[in-house]
């Protein structure tokens, strides 16, 4: 066997795996003899077909899978063996669509076009100053947050008449030209937030209303969210241009949340038995956890512009034709319309994956094993706080679902990536240069919106 790399560029090449009938024929033949003692012929007891029969009716598929099998683990070999860095998984030519003759062994070639990572080169700490964003949290934003807590953990109640704190429930129907009911048109059974209506004249006409009641409205033109109007009007496909007209609301049911008193049985529920004891304490771990989402954003903030600096510095070409031909190689449901639309982003994140690998490397880090599992038990952790039933995790219980989720290949490598991710921003955020910038949450979010624009514009 013999395997001989061509560079065509810096970032191209080509590998041609030679084989003669010594490298293939013993596997071929130990697969015949095994494919032999399993197979079922009529006249023949099982196992006593004969070999020249069973080449006859099998050698062909059972060649082809042995060559395939033989070339992939000497692809993977040589990239290993000589510590290549490639991107993605090298793709066979159009040559290899050869027909194979069983009765002629002979020499044959594959050849496979590989993608070569291109080399990162980097001075640190780049010399430019960053923001480092100081977000404020103001009375308003724990009011907010005081309020949905509130709510979340109030009862629910039936009135007999609508105000603009209630949810509705009922069937909406499209209308044709004559305010009747649109053949072929929308009919759907759904929820509505009354306080999602943002037209006040449309909105008026939902309050005080009870059970049988019907509202005609425009839902494309009274509600500002799309992504509600489509549920609402159960429109799972299709432009929402194409129902811009009105509809009529029949209300079936009200409902209404009476939020919880702030008292102890609340920051119970909220934070555990005895961990807040009066309505200051609620607001201060509110505010508390304010401030670590806020901090969340600003260091998004910091490690986009990171990003966008030294990505700029680094100025990373990629072999982007082998590139896209691999993304619809592994993706079959990929269309060319995604394809060109979502290129560009994905080519940002392998080229920041690079930066960030480098960084890795030079910096000797390592990950540990207990860094893996508290990572995970955080996550779980997170996404029982975030739906208020962090009482029901015992130790038990979390052990478990840990364990379960670290069982998935693809999420232990999730983990590995967030978390060197995270050692390396955090290894940048301590040797650049930045300077404070106090703002109000408001502030920030209009700085981070015009950014984005320009991105886009870019």
């Known amino acids: ?29 130990e697969a015949i003899r095994k494919y032999k003692k399993k197979v079922n012929m009529p006249g023949f007891r099982p196992g006593h077909v004969p070999e020249s029969l069973v080449r006859k009716m099998y050698g062909k598929s059972v060649l082809v899978d042995e060559l395939n099998r033989l070339v992939a683990d000497s692809v993977d070999r040589f990239i290993q063996d000589n510590n290549l860095k490639v991107l993605g998984n090298p793709l066979p030519k ?28 980097l001075s640190l700490p ?8 100081q977000i404020s949290v103001d009375d308003a934003a724990v009011d907010t947050e005081v309020d949905k807590l509130s709510r979340r953990f109030g ?27 649109k053949e072929g048109g929308l009919k759907n059974q759904a929820f509505m937030l009354l306080s999602k209506i943002t037209n006040q004249e449309a909105h008026a006409r939902f309050i005080g ?35 811009s007209g009105d509809f009529r609301f029949s209300l079936e049911r009200i409902n209404k949340v009476q939020p919880a008193a702030l008292e102890q049985a609340l920051f119970d529920q909220v934070y555990g038995e005895g961990t807040v004891s009066d309505e200051s304490g609620f607001r201060q771990k509110i505010s508390d956890e304010i401030a670590q989402g806020y901090k ?14 030294l990505l700029a510095a680094a100025d990373l070409k990629l072999p982007d034709e082998f590139l896209k031909r691999w993304l619809k190689h592994s993706n079959e449901k990929i269309t060319d319309e995604q394809l060109a639309s979502e290129y560009h982003q994905y080519a940002r994140d392998l080229k920041w994956r690079l930066i960030e690998n480098k960084v890795y490397a030079d910096q000797n880090m390592e990950i540990q094993q207990d860094e893996v599992e508290r990572y995970a038990r955080n996550m779980i952790i997170d996404q029982y706080l975030r739906y208020g039933q962090a009482h029901m995790l ?65």
């Not at 780049?126 to 964003?133: C, E, Q, V």
């Open 1 to 29: 066997m013999n395997i001989v790399q061509e560079n065509i560029d810096s970032l191209n090449a080509v590998l041609r795996v030679q084989l003669k009938p010594e490298d293939y024929k013993p596997k071929v033949d």
């Open 394 to 458: 015992s130790d038990d219980k979390l052990q478990e679902l840990v364990k379960r989720y670290l069982s998935n290949a693809e999420s232990v490598q999730r983990v590995v990536e967030n978390l060197s991710g995270r050692k390396v921003f955090e290894y940048l955020s301590g040797i650049v240069n930045k300077q404070v910038h106090q703002v109000t949450h408001s502030e920030f979010t209009d700085i981070m919106s015009r950014h984005h624009h320009e991105h886009h514009q870019h």
């Open 94 to 121: 159009p040559e290899n669509d050869f027909e194979p003759d069983w009765d002629k062994p002979s020499d044959f070639e594959f050849a496979f076009d590989m993608a070569l990572a291109p080399p990162v080169d």
């Open 296 to 309: 969340y954003e600003s260091e998004n903030a910091l490690r986009h512009e990171m990003e966008d600096v």
């Open 126 to 133: 780049p010399s430019h100053t960053f923001t480092d964003y």
């Open 209 to 243: 209303i009870g059970n049988g009641a019907q509202v005609t409205f425009n839902p494309v033109a009274d509600i500002a969210s799309d992504e509600e109007v489509r549920y609402l009007i159960g429109l799972r496909e299709g432009d929402l241009s194409s129902h």
């Open 155 to 181: 009862n629910y109640t039936s009135p007999e008449t609508t105000d603009s704190e209630c949810s509705v429930y009922g069937t909406i129907e499209e209308l044709g030209a004559d305010a009747q009911p």
